[in-house]
């Protein structure tokens, strides 16, 4: 569990503010979204939409429309399908995509059906019994970079799509009624303020997400690892967390796996299992945990950014840190110095990068470090 971001997401919520969880790839975002499936607070209705394959406006429209509708959670006070058949209800009565089939519904997928416009209606039908409907919407960003994709690089489409969403959340008839949260693991600053248009997400509260505290993480070693019946020292658990830096679940539960799987439950966690694990986590059987960092790169960034992100995280790779001076040089005649220096921000939001100061830069972990230098450079 996450305390502190939990909490904050918790006291937005309650002020009635719609969200982007704000956090670098791998820290657990998704997780929370579940956190919050399983124990709403009382009053909200949460639903999670993972909207990643949707390649259009109508397409992500349509996936949250159809999801609500199936959804058990929808309709506190009433069953969704009694209130459509009540036909008492202006906004339920216009919609297009449903209808009534003996006791339950068939979708109606006409291909001139505006789900923006159906969505809408239905949200602002239903009957919630009082309580407020929490959408949490899952990669988020990536529905921006298929728009894009999809039009063969003009952003025209995925600005109105910006638009479209930023409407919606702020439409008067669902204010206190309907709120929404966004993540991915894309940057949502990031992808939008390459389309120029930071200004369609300003009203968004953006909650970050913290790597864990030392007892978080060494709580989590321990528990995860006595649910399969293995014991942790703290003191080993301790020397895991010296070894990961950078104290994200995804390390550490990709060093539990290597664990796992080279020992068993009644055999000692000692340091040499640790470092056992930790080489194992760079076998190529692991690099599907690691492609989408360099997948990632070629989908957001231009070619002359992709050039010098690759020399600069070949050359962080083959050292411990580099001062900034030394990375601004690397960039000569390749990228104007403001452009680098967004480009440092974006690596360190990402989770590639972090500062030890302001003017140094190290890999956020030496399980990333290890397997960029051997995979990419």
Request: aromatic share 10%; glycine share 6%.
């Amino acid at each position: 569990m996450r305390p502190r971001e939990i909490r904050r997401i918790n006291l937005n919520l309650a002020a009635g503010a719609n969200l982007q969880i704000a956090a670098p790839r791998r820290v657990g975002k998704s997780s929370i979204l579940y956190y919050f499936l399983d124990k709403p607070e009382e009053g909200f209705i949460h639903l999670y939409f993972q909207v990643e394959s949707a390649r259009s406006k109508n397409e992500f429209y349509r996936k949250i429309y159809k999801e609500i509708i199936k959804s058990d959670a929808v309709g506190t006070g009433k069953k969704f399908l009694e209130q459509l058949k009540a036909a008492k209800n202006a906004f339920l009565n216009r919609l297009k995509g449903i209808k009534i089939a003996g006791s339950g519904l068939d979708f109606q997928d006409a291909e001139d059906i505006d789900y923006e416009e159906e969505l809408l209606d239905l949200l602002q039908g239903l009957d919630l019994g009082g309580d407020k409907l929490v959408l949490m919407i899952d990669e988020f960003p990536e529905v921006i970079l298929n728009i894009v994709e999809e039009h063969q690089g003009d952003t025209t489409e995925a600005k109105k799509f910006l638009q479209s969403n930023r409407e919606l959340r702020n439409n008067a008839n669902l204010k206190g009624r309907v709120q929404f949260i966004y993540t991915g693991s894309n940057s949502l600053n990031l992808t939008v303020g390459n389309l120029d248009s930071s200004s369609l997400i300003n009203d968004l509260a953006a909650i970050p997400v913290l790597p864990l505290q030392q007892e978080e993480a060494k709580d989590m070693l321990i528990s995860i690892l006595q649910t399969y019946g293995y014991s942790l020292t703290s003191e080993i658990a301790d020397y895991v967390i010296t070894r990961v830096e950078w104290m994200i679940p995804f390390y550490f539960q990709l060093i539990i796996h290597e664990i796992i799987n080279d020992i068993g439950p009644g055999d000692e966690v000692s340091k040499a299992v640790v470092d056992r694990a930790f080489e194992a986590s760079l076998e190529q059987r692991n690099d599907h945990h690691f492609e989408h960092y360099v997948k990632r790169l070629k989908r957001v960034f231009t070619e002359s950014e992709q050039q010098f992100i690759k020399i600069f995280l070949c050359a962080l790779a083959g050292r411990d840190e580099m001062d900034r001076n030394e990375v601004l040089n690397l960039a000569t005649d390749i990228l104007p110095e403001d452009q680098t220096r967004r480009l440092l921000e974006a690596l360190k939001y990402d989770g590639y990068i972090i500062n030890l100061t302001n003017a140094v830069y190290k890999f956020n972990s030496p399980i990333l470090k290890n397997w960029w230098k051997n995979h990419e450079c």
